[in-house]
């Protein structure tokens, strides 16, 4: 990476922004629960715009870094803007601060602790893209990883309680072998924990079966979070049990945190060349792959609209993985593209299933019928990223399927298209009747012959409250504008390519 | 003369210890309160009065004497006593006198 | 040279100085004894902290006593270690004793509380003694005192519990004391010295290499009761639920590491790395033992349905995480092993304490009864929710720090099987820590248990509470104000 | 099966200990570790060092003096522990109290206690000053003080002696033999030494003899306090309780 590395405090400040909400709901009376939720809101609005503001100078080629506290000289705990650690912080911030907005009208009960809970993950989370070393990205993680458990329980229903039980046990489990990877590495790595350019291990000082371990380690370790298949049991249960906004955070932002660890394991702790050596690609690949074919067949059975797109995110952020596993420029960058791609999309669809739920009441799919008529400009969006999902042109997901495809004959592997196929062709299958069902049938039409159905009548404008729609509708037209101007500065592709073009020159 | 006191003391000390041996074996063997009592509070006081006139006529005149006159006065007063608080209070609390033929059970008041 | 040399002593000798005194102020105006009592302590945790920085790094404080050199003498000797388990013992003590005048008045009557606070400034300065002597005799002498003190505070309450608690303890207490005796004793039989530094010296040209090791062996043995290393815990659920709260704070936080800390000084700076050899199969053995401690502590916290058993069940776990600590024999491992003992410290007296805030309020002992403990008793909960997330290690507290030291240290000894047991135990951790945390902050309790809500304990309560939580993440976060001296303390005992 | 482990750990231990005594120094030999290290230098320069006649007085108050007073603060641990389980009577003396044994003791008892306590603490005086140039001293005096108070105490009752000793002289005496410890090493430090330093460097070197009997013999009069009213206190602590039960019996 570049050697311009400035001090700056800003990246801190970026962090503690968001802990203005809580500031909000120690410093204000109760009574002003108006003001004290936009204040929350105005908190990660803050965070984002600072953030935004860094852009330049990361454009730039600058990385901005600040030391926080040491343990000892090579264990610290630094923040450093990298451009890929900006990438994420951006994409992560933008989408939490639609869904805070969005929460403020969505969240009926326990406001303070909600948003209280919904600060200090954004606080955190921003520390993981942030985090100059794997130490500072554990702390952080794990604080994540405890932070979000009070938003999956949110309802506090036997389901959420089971939900949240269960995604403890994963996590835990997860972060105990997440730790034992990170000082096997700080041994074997001596001493070296830090985010090198071309990674920093190497068989110099370890064997071939330590950095293995390591390597499986880490990957099981954030594979829970990123939610690969064996180790995606907590997925299909909490982003239901979530209230909507915390799910669409959950699949657009906490399921990265997993892949964006991935991701700094493969490009800047282990290095391409060192993977290529280890041969450990090949067990990513495979993994991904039965991940993206198998989740999307599960995606099929479910009739609950959120359980649906849960498995549909499983086997998404597998496209990332794989996007890494392919070892190849283009493959590369439709993966950690698909980081930003994925979170829009499902975002959209997750807080789209929010609007359904709370204006209609209905959580299955079986039950929609008539409901594009009911909220007209939700489902449109709902179908617009829908079909982007697909791989539909002109949207995000088409970009990514095209570099992954491209990707996959640079590597010279040309099954990978066929799974992208095969996965494309799933998705279609999973989402063209929902937005079959919820234009195109209506109410009474199961019953066959007993009289006119009748067709309900389109309402525009009066469907739900503004904070509700307007994330939808941004999230639904950048899902098509980044897939059409992606290369615009600011967007994904001017940021993952400087760090992918770095890597595979 | 110095062997003639020599010889003396050492046959006062072994009469002492004789006592000593014989006041101990009575205390392990005799079968009640009142009949341990008797060898235990004379063959101590004889005993331990011989060996304390064996050491006065081995250490001759000197200050050693008086302490050793002072420590007889002590022992006897107190051994008697001793002797006499613990028979009292076996009397009174009506323990049982020892008899012939396992017939333990006296009429406990001694009178 | 200044007058900081002398400093240590007076750590010890102020508060048995208090403790002595503290009859006849009971005598005289019994209600000032829970104040005096703080004072002493309050001097010894002031110079100790006044000492920090003035001994010379990778190098230690002797103090002759009386003026007569070593091995003539007796000699305090204080390296970077052992002031900063001094400091430990101090500053936990010194808060538990603001907790316990509010707490003591309920739970133990009258005629007693004088001897309660005699018996806890015996037991703090018995503790420091303990901890900066360099001579072995001297080291049993406190320990002594420590025992003592401890089984009469355990049964301080008088309850029949309580006694047997106490009897359970002193029943295995005091046979562990002879055997530390009897090693003193085979020690000095042998190299005819008793002083620590001359022991090493002594005992690597020594040829009496049977005595030696079974020396060592009941050193082990002797200690490991006292610190309550895995099979020989029996007494610990019993007495350290029993006790008064605070003095469960001090058994669990403190004590019981403390003797870890004597097992770690005889090792290191009596049998040295010459004499390792020696003691290699022993020091193994304990290994195994404290991966088992590990393993069963955690499971019977599981498994218990009281509070303050599974806290003392979990210290059983967390003993175990110090000695593999300890027999990894690394300087990583070592300063992992006396960084936990800080964090425990500090966590597990906290726990105690919020359990103590509980019983105190409500009476409430079971788990099941906090449910929806948050409402009514919010700053307790906090601090405990805070402490468990040290006890399990989660960052950014000081129980993440020590176990990465503690994995650290292993895996550089090789240590495979033990850094699972570490990891596996902290999982176990996780589920007897968060199944409470749970219980308190998302489940609902009946209305009534919690009828009088935001009424939470006194501030004399709650602030030794939240400064020893509040200490649990301070350490987390700053971690780099100990951590490097202590890796080169820990590589200077090595 | 518990009683099979504890037995079978008892008899591994007896085989340990046995095994290591056979292979332990032979005992009196004059090559042994121990008697070639450090006793030579206290056989040989104790007196002139400590300026004690007798060496193990030397030895346990001078040489090793702060593991005698960790001892002495041992000894007031079992009174506070006892206290804390029995607790402490109340303030003042004992009231009401009548004398309960089942054996009111005879005249002849009385006469003879009464005039025996004297001479026993007589004596007890005697062992304590003499401890520092023959076998006795404060641990010893201070038992024999207690056993009067013990003798007196059994036949008088716990009124009679709690009237002579009260409470009141008790409780800052208890202590007595480590607040005469820490006052003569904090005098050590003001003398320019080091704690417990009898002989003080800043004083004449001509003064030093008498310092060190005089510091010497009030850590022995301090030792031999305490203890007394140590055991005195257990003693009336443990009758109370009797008393108690007695009581409600």
Same mark, same amino acid.
């Given at each position: 990476?570049?050697?311009?590395?400035?001090?700056?405090?800003?990246?801190?400040?970026?962090?503690?922004?968001?802990?203005?909400?809580?500031?909000?709901?120690?410093?204000?009376?109760?009574?002003?629960?108006?003001?004290?939720?936009?204040?929350?809101?105005?908190?990660?609005?803050?965070?984002?715009?600072?953030?935004?503001?860094?852009?330049?100078?990361?454009?730039?080629?600058?990385?901005?870094?600040?030391?926080?506290?040491?343990?000892?000289?090579?264990?610290?705990?630094?923040?450093?803007?990298?451009?890929?650690?900006?990438?994420?912080?951006?994409?992560?911030?933008?989408?939490?601060?639609?869904?805070?907005?969005?929460?403020?009208?969505?969240?009926?009960?326990?406001?303070?602790?909600?948003?209280?809970?919904?600060?200090?993950?954004?606080?955190?989370?921003?520390?993981?893209?942030?985090?100059?070393?794997?130490?500072?990205?554990?702390?952080?993680?794990?604080?994540?990883?405890?932070?979000?458990?009070?938003?999956?329980?949110?309802?506090?229903?036997?389901?959420?309680?089971?939900?949240?039980?269960?995604?403890?046990?994963?996590?835990?489990?997860?972060?105990?072998?997440?730790?034992?990877?990170?000082?096997?590495?700080?041994?074997?790595?001596?001493?070296?924990?830090?985010?090198?350019?071309?990674?920093?291990?190497?068989?110099?000082?370890?064997?071939?079966?330590?950095?293995?371990?390591?390597?499986?380690?880490?990957?099981?370790?954030?594979?829970?979070?990123?939610?690969?298949?064996?180790?995606?049991?907590?997925?299909?249960?909490?982003?239901?049990?979530?209230?909507?906004?915390?799910?669409?955070?959950?699949?657009?932002?906490?399921?990265?945190?997993?892949?964006?660890?991935?991701?700094?394991?493969?490009?800047?702790?282990?290095?391409?060349?060192?993977?290529?050596?280890?041969?450990?690609?090949?067990?990513?690949?495979?993994?991904?792959?039965?991940?993206?074919?198998?989740?999307?067949?599960?995606?099929?059975?479910?009739?609950?609209?959120?359980?649906?797109?849960?498995?549909?995110?499983?086997?998404?952020?597998?496209?990332?993985?794989?996007?890494?596993?392919?070892?190849?420029?283009?493959?590369?960058?439709?993966?950690?593209?698909?980081?930003?791609?994925?979170?829009?999309?499902?975002?959209?669809?997750?807080?789209?299933?929010?609007?359904?739920?709370?204006?209609?009441?209905?959580?299955?799919?079986?039950?929609?019928?008539?409901?594009?008529?009911?909220?007209?400009?939700?489902?449109?969006?709902?179908?617009?990223?829908?079909?982007?999902?697909?791989?539909?042109?002109?949207?995000?997901?088409?970009?990514?399927?095209?570099?992954?495809?491209?990707?996959?004959?640079?590597?010279?592997?040309?099954?990978?298209?066929?799974?992208?196929?095969?996965?494309?062709?799933?998705?279609?299958?999973?989402?063209?009747?929902?937005?079959?069902?919820?234009?195109?049938?209506?109410?009474?039409?199961?019953?066959?012959?007993?009289?006119?159905?009748?067709?309900?009548?389109?309402?525009?404008?009066?469907?739900?409250?503004?904070?509700?729609?307007?994330?939808?509708?941004?999230?639904?037209?950048?899902?098509?504008?980044?897939?059409?101007?992606?290369?615009?500065?600011?967007?994904?592709?001017?940021?993952?390519?400087?760090?992918?073009?770095?890597?595979?020159? | 003369?110095?062997?003639?006191?020599?010889?003396?003391?050492?046959?006062?000390?072994?009469?002492?210890?004789?006592?000593?041996?014989?006041?101990?074996?009575?205390?392990?063997?005799?079968?009640?309160?009142?009949?341990?009592?008797?060898?235990?509070?004379?063959?101590?006081?004889?005993?331990?009065?011989?060996?304390?006139?064996?050491?006065?006529?081995?250490?001759?005149?000197?200050?050693?004497?008086?302490?050793?006159?002072?420590?007889?006065?002590?022992?006897?007063?107190?051994?008697?006593?001793?002797?006499?608080?613990?028979?009292?209070?076996?009397?009174?609390?009506?323990?049982?006198?020892?008899?012939?033929?396992?017939?333990?059970?006296?009429?406990?008041?001694?009178? | 040279?200044?007058?900081?040399?002398?400093?240590?002593?007076?750590?010890?000798?102020?508060?048995?100085?208090?403790?002595?005194?503290?009859?006849?102020?009971?005598?005289?105006?019994?209600?000032?004894?829970?104040?005096?009592?703080?004072?002493?302590?309050?001097?010894?945790?002031?110079?100790?902290?006044?000492?920090?920085?003035?001994?010379?790094?990778?190098?230690?404080?002797?103090?002759?006593?009386?003026?007569?050199?070593?091995?003539?003498?007796?000699?305090?000797?204080?390296?970077?270690?052992?002031?900063?388990?001094?400091?430990?013992?101090?500053?936990?003590?010194?808060?538990?004793?603001?907790?316990?005048?509010?707490?003591?008045?309920?739970?133990?009557?009258?005629?007693?509380?004088?001897?309660?606070?005699?018996?806890?400034?015996?037991?703090?300065?018995?503790?420091?003694?303990?901890?900066?002597?360099?001579?072995?005799?001297?080291?049993?002498?406190?320990?002594?005192?420590?025992? @003592?003190?401890?089984?009469?505070?355990?049964?301080?309450?008088?309850?029949?519990?309580?006694?047997?608690?106490?009897?359970?303890?002193?029943?295995?207490?005091?046979?562990?004391?002879?055997?530390?005796?009897?090693?003193?004793?085979?020690?000095?039989?042998?190299?005819?010295?008793?002083?620590?530094?001359? @022991?090493?010296?002594?005992?690597?040209?020594?040829?009496?290499?049977?005595?030696?090791?079974?020396?060592?062996?009941?050193?082990?043995?002797?200690?490991?009761?006292?610190?309550?290393?895995?099979?020989?815990?029996?007494?610990?659920?019993?007495?350290?639920?029993?006790?008064?709260?605070?003095?469960?704070?001090?058994?669990?936080?403190?004590?019981?590491?403390?003797?870890?800390?004597?097992?770690?000084?005889?090792?290191?700076?009596?049998?040295?790395?010459?004499?390792?050899?020696?003691?290699?199969?022993?020091?193994?053995?304990?290994?195994?033992?404290?991966?088992?401690?590990?393993?069963?502590?955690?499971?019977?916290?599981?498994?218990?349905?009281?509070?303050?058993?599974?806290?003392?069940?979990?210290?059983?776990?967390?003993?175990?995480?110090?000695?593999?600590?300890?027999?990894?024999?690394?300087?990583?491992?070592?300063?992992?092993?006396?960084?936990?003992?800080?964090?425990?410290?500090?966590?597990?007296?906290?726990?105690?304490?919020?359990?103590?805030?509980?019983?105190?309020?409500?009476?409430?002992?079971?788990?099941?009864?906090?449910?929806?403990?948050?409402?009514?008793?919010?700053?307790?909960?906090?601090?405990?929710?805070?402490?468990?997330?040290?006890?399990?290690?989660?960052?950014?507290?000081?129980?993440?720090?020590?176990?990465?030291?503690?994995?650290?240290?292993?895996?550089?000894?090789?240590?495979? @099987?033990?850094?699972?047991?570490?990891?596996?135990?902290?999982?176990?951790?996780?589920?007897?820590?968060?199944?409470?945390?749970?219980?308190?902050?998302?489940?609902?309790?009946?209305?009534?248990?919690?009828?009088?809500?935001?009424?939470?304990?006194?501030?004399?309560?709650?602030?030794?509470?939240?400064?020893?939580?509040?200490?649990? @993440?301070?350490?987390?976060?700053?971690?780099?104000?100990?951590?490097?001296?202590?890796?080169?303390?820990?590589?200077?005992?090595? | 099966?518990?009683?099979?482990?504890?037995?079978?750990?008892?008899?591994?231990?007896?085989?340990?200990?046995?095994?290591?005594?056979?292979?332990?120094?032979?005992?009196?030999?004059?090559?042994?570790?121990?008697?070639?290290?450090?006793?030579?230098?206290?056989?040989?320069?104790?007196?002139?060092?400590?300026?004690?006649?007798?060496?193990?007085?030397?030895?346990?108050?001078?040489?090793?003096?702060?593991?005698?007073?960790?001892?002495?603060?041992?000894?007031?641990?079992?009174?506070?522990?006892?206290?804390?389980?029995?607790?402490?009577?109340?303030?003042?003396?004992?009231?009401?109290?009548?004398?309960?044994?089942?054996?009111?003791?005879?005249?002849?008892?009385?006469?003879?206690?009464?005039?025996?306590?004297?001479?026993?603490?007589?004596?007890?005086?005697?062992?304590?000053?003499?401890?520092?140039?023959?076998?006795?001293?404060?641990?010893?005096?201070?038992?024999?003080?207690?056993?009067?108070?013990?003798?007196?105490?059994?036949?008088?009752?716990?009124?009679?002696?709690?009237?002579?000793?009260?409470?009141?002289?008790?409780?800052?005496?208890?202590?007595?033999?480590?607040?005469?410890?820490?006052?003569?090493?904090?005098?050590?430090?003001?003398?320019?030494?080091?704690?417990?330093?009898?002989?003080?460097?800043?004083?004449?070197?001509?003064?030093?003899?008498?310092?060190?009997?005089?510091?010497?013999?009030?850590?022995?009069?301090?030792?031999?306090?305490?203890?007394?009213?140590?055991?005195?206190?257990?003693?009336?602590?443990?009758?109370?309780?009797?008393?108690?039960?007695?009581?409600?019996?």
């Amino acid at each position: 990476m570049p050697d311009k590395s400035t001090f700056s405090v800003i990246p801190l400040i970026v962090i503690l922004l968001p802990w203005i909400s809580l500031l909000a709901i120690l410093a204000f009376p109760k009574k002003a629960e108006r003001l004290r939720l936009w204040l929350c809101a105005l908190g990660s609005l803050a965070s984002f715009g600072l953030l935004f503001s860094l852009l330049p100078g990361i454009l730039d080629g600058k990385t901005y870094t600040i030391k926080l506290a040491s343990v000892v000289e090579s264990l610290e705990m630094r923040l450093t803007v990298d451009t890929l650690g900006f990438y994420f912080a951006l994409i992560l911030a933008f989408l939490w601060m639609l869904a805070t907005i969005y929460s403020i009208s969505y969240i009926d009960h326990k406001h303070n602790r909600f948003f209280a809970f919904m600060a200090m993950c954004e606080s955190f989370i921003l520390g993981c893209a942030f985090s100059a070393n794997m130490f500072t990205y554990f702390i952080f993680y794990e604080m994540m990883t405890f932070g979000s458990y009070p938003l999956i329980i949110h309802e506090e229903t036997t389901i959420a309680r089971r939900a949240g039980y269960k995604y403890l046990v994963y996590a835990v489990a997860a972060g105990t072998v997440l730790f034992f990877a990170i000082v096997a590495h700080y041994f074997w790595g001596n001493g070296e924990l830090g985010f090198g350019s071309y990674g920093v291990l190497s068989l110099e000082f370890a064997s071939r079966a330590a950095l293995t371990t390591i390597f499986f380690t880490y990957l099981a370790g954030f594979g829970v979070k990123a939610a690969i298949m064996p180790l995606h049991g907590w997925v299909p249960d909490a982003h239901p049990a979530a209230p909507s906004p915390a799910s669409a955070l959950l699949s657009g932002v906490i399921l990265k945190a997993g892949a964006f660890g991935i991701i700094r394991v493969c490009f800047n702790v282990f290095g391409t060349d060192l993977l290529r050596e280890l041969g450990v690609y090949v067990v990513m690949a495979v993994l991904a792959c039965i991940t993206i074919v198998v989740a999307s067949v599960f995606a099929l059975t479910q009739d609950n609209l959120k359980r649906r797109l849960a498995y549909s995110s499983i086997g998404q952020v597998s496209y990332i993985i794989l996007g890494l596993a392919m070892l190849a420029h283009d493959g590369a960058l439709g993966g950690v593209m698909h980081l930003t791609h994925h979170a829009l999309m499902k975002g959209c669809l997750f807080l789209c299933a929010g609007v359904i739920l709370v204006k209609t009441g209905k959580k299955n799919i079986s039950e929609m019928a008539g409901v594009g008529y009911q909220l007209p400009i939700t489902m449109i969006c709902f179908s617009v990223c829908a079909l982007a999902m697909m791989g539909t042109p002109p949207s995000v997901g088409f970009i990514t399927k095209w570099l992954l495809g491209s990707g996959a004959l640079q590597a010279s592997l040309p099954v990978y298209i066929i799974i992208l196929l095969v996965s494309a062709l799933l998705n279609a299958a999973y989402f063209l009747p929902i937005i079959y069902i919820a234009f195109f049938r209506w109410e009474g039409d199961e019953v066959e012959g007993h009289g006119e159905t009748h067709r309900p009548k389109l309402v525009f404008g009066k469907e739900a409250d503004h904070k509700l729609v307007v994330p939808i509708v941004i999230l639904a037209l950048l899902v098509v504008v980044v897939g059409i101007w992606s290369n615009v500065t600011g967007f994904p592709y001017s940021l993952v390519s400087r760090v992918v073009n770095v890597i595979f020159p | 003369m110095s062997a003639a006191r020599d010889i003396v003391a050492g046959a006062l000390c072994c009469i002492g210890t004789f006592f000593f041996l014989v006041g101990t074996t009575g205390l392990l063997r005799m079968p009640d309160v009142f009949t341990r009592l008797h060898p235990s509070t004379k063959c101590d006081t004889l005993g331990a009065c011989s060996v304390i006139v064996g050491m006065a006529v081995y250490s001759g005149w000197s200050w050693e004497l008086c302490k050793l006159v002072v420590i007889a006065c002590f022992l006897l007063l107190s051994s008697a006593t001793c002797g006499h608080a613990i028979g009292r209070s076996a009397l009174r609390r009506n323990i049982p006198y020892w008899r012939r033929q396992g017939k333990e059970t006296g009429d406990g008041n001694g009178a | 040279m200044g007058a900081w040399r002398h400093f240590p002593i007076f750590m010890i000798t102020l508060p048995l100085l208090g403790a002595v005194l503290m009859p006849f102020l009971g005598y005289l105006r019994e209600r000032w004894v829970p104040y005096a009592a703080l004072l002493p302590l309050a001097a010894s945790t002031l110079l100790g902290f006044l000492l920090v920085g003035r001994i010379p790094a990778g190098d230690h404080l002797s103090y002759h006593l009386g003026g007569w050199e070593p091995p003539f003498g007796i000699e305090i000797r204080v390296d970077h270690v052992g002031l900063f388990l001094m400091l430990v013992v101090c500053a936990i003590t010194l808060l538990a004793l603001v907790y316990s005048r509010r707490y003591i008045e309920k739970e133990v009557s009258p005629g007693r509380r004088t001897a309660y606070y005699v018996l806890y400034l015996l037991m703090s300065g018995a503790m420091l003694g303990f901890t900066a002597t360099g001579d072995i005799f001297n080291l049993f002498v406190f320990m002594e005192i420590l025992a @003592l003190s401890s089984y009469a505070l355990v049964a301080i309450t008088g309850n029949r519990n309580a006694v047997r608690a106490a009897f359970k303890y002193v029943l295995m207490g005091a046979p562990s004391s002879i055997m530390v005796l009897l090693a003193v004793g085979f020690l000095y039989s042998v190299t005819g010295t008793l002083n620590m530094a001359d @022991l090493a010296s002594r005992i690597a040209e020594s040829g009496y290499t049977e005595v030696l090791v079974v020396s060592y062996i009941l050193f082990v043995i002797g200690f490991g009761v006292k610190a309550a290393l895995f099979p020989l815990h029996m007494w610990l659920p019993d007495a350290h639920s029993i006790a008064p709260s605070p003095i469960s704070a001090l058994l669990s936080g403190l004590l019981v590491e403390v003797c870890a800390f004597a097992l770690v000084r005889i090792t290191f700076s009596v049998f040295t790395r010459s004499a390792t050899d020696l003691v290699g199969g022993t020091a193994d053995a304990v290994g195994v033992a404290a991966a088992a401690a590990v393993l069963y502590g955690g499971i019977m916290a599981i498994t218990q349905k009281d509070l303050k058993v599974m806290i003392a069940y979990s210290t059983v776990s967390h003993i175990g995480y110090i000695f593999l600590g300890i027999t990894a024999f690394t300087a990583e491992g070592l300063t992992g092993a006396m960084y936990h003992m800080l964090d425990h410290g500090l966590a597990k007296a906290c726990l105690f304490l919020c359990a103590g805030n509980f019983i105190y309020l409500k009476g409430y002992r079971r788990i099941e009864e906090l449910r929806g403990a948050w409402r009514q008793m919010p700053w307790t909960c906090f601090a405990f929710a805070l402490a468990s997330i040290s006890v399990i290690g989660i960052p950014p507290t000081a129980g993440f720090i020590s176990k990465w030291y503690l994995i650290l240290g292993n895996i550089r000894a090789g240590k495979w @099987l033990y850094t699972i047991v570490l990891l596996s135990g902290s999982i176990l951790a996780a589920v007897y820590c968060l199944r409470i945390i749970y219980y308190m902050f998302f489940q609902a309790g009946k209305e009534e248990a919690w009828e009088d809500a935001s009424r939470d304990v006194p501030p004399g309560m709650l602030v030794p509470v939240w400064a020893l939580s509040l200490g649990t @993440l301070f350490f987390g976060v700053f971690s780099y104000l100990l951590i490097p001296s202590l890796l080169k303390a820990s590589a200077y005992l090595l | 099966m518990k009683r099979v482990l504890s037995l079978f750990f008892i008899a591994a231990l007896g085989v340990l200990l046995l095994y290591v005594v056979a292979s332990m120094p032979p005992m009196g030999d004059p090559q042994t570790p121990t008697a070639t290290h450090v006793i030579p230098r206290y056989l040989e320069r104790a007196e002139e060092e400590t300026h004690t006649e007798n060496v193990i007085t030397g030895v346990i108050l001078n040489y090793r003096g702060y593991d005698t007073m960790g001892e002495v603060t041992v000894i007031f641990c079992a009174l506070a522990a006892v206290l804390a389980v029995l607790g402490r009577e109340r303030r003042g003396r004992i009231r009401g109290f009548v004398d309960r044994s089942p054996v009111p003791s005879s005249t002849i008892v009385r006469t003879m206690v009464r005039f025996m306590v004297p001479f026993i603490i007589l004596f007890s005086v005697y062992t304590i000053l003499h401890g520092e140039i023959s076998p006795g001293g404060g641990f010893q005096g201070g038992a024999i003080i207690g056993g009067s108070m013990i003798i007196f105490t059994t036949v008088f009752g716990l009124y009679e002696s709690s009237r002579r000793i009260p409470q009141k002289v008790r409780a800052p005496l208890e202590g007595s033999a480590v607040i005469v410890f820490f006052l003569v090493g904090a005098l050590g430090l003001v003398g320019g030494g080091n704690f417990l330093t009898y002989a003080w460097p800043h004083a004449a070197r001509g003064l030093q003899p008498a310092l060190v009997t005089w510091l010497t013999v009030l850590v022995e009069v301090g030792i031999g306090l305490g203890g007394a009213m140590v055991l005195i206190s257990i003693l009336f602590a443990m009758i109370r309780e009797e008393e108690e039960i007695a009581l409600t019996a």
